[in-house]
């Protein structure tokens, strides 16, 4: 199980940190990713981190503001997003997949957890 938190309100070019906790099982063997979802949108990429943190990808539109992380002893990924603009507002979702490639498609993700608000405003 996974649970997304942090999120909340923040003005533009602010920052926030979500977490995402795992629980039930260890998630240290799985690709970690976040993917977004605004208002008649359909859920977009974020960034992916692999099994021991050595690779991490971002989409273009993140690259160079967030910054995925994650500490397997805590079973507990992170997303710092900083310089957050009026477009990041979306609800973020964390994912794992049991692949150990890095994927950028949500279809290859197997789990799934509910997703924390972040609203930018001007």
């Known amino acids: 199980q996974l649970q997304a938190s942090g999120g909340g309100l923040v003005q533009a070019g602010g920052s926030l940190r979500l977490s995402c906790a795992a629980s039930?099982?260890?998630?240290?063997?799985?690709?970690m990713g976040w993917f977004r979802q605004a208002p008649g949108t359909e859920r977009e990429f974020v960034a992916a981190?692999?099994?021991?943190?050595?690779?991490?990808y971002y989409a273009d539109a993140v690259k160079g503001r967030f910054t995925i992380s994650r500490d397997n002893a805590k079973n507990t990924m992170y997303l710092q997003m900083n310089s957050l603009k009026l477009e990041d507002t979306a609800v973020y979702f964390c994912?794992?997949?049991?692949?150990?490639?890095?994927?950028?498609?949500?279809?290859?993700?197997?789990?799934w957890g509910p997703g924390t608000q972040v609203t930018v405003s001007s």
């Open positions: 039930g099982r260890t998630f240290s063997n799985y690709v």
């Open positions: 981190i692999s099994i021991g943190s050595g690779s991490t």
């Open positions: 994912a794992a997949d049991r692949s150990p490639l890095i994927s950028t498609d949500l279809r290859s993700y197997d789990y």
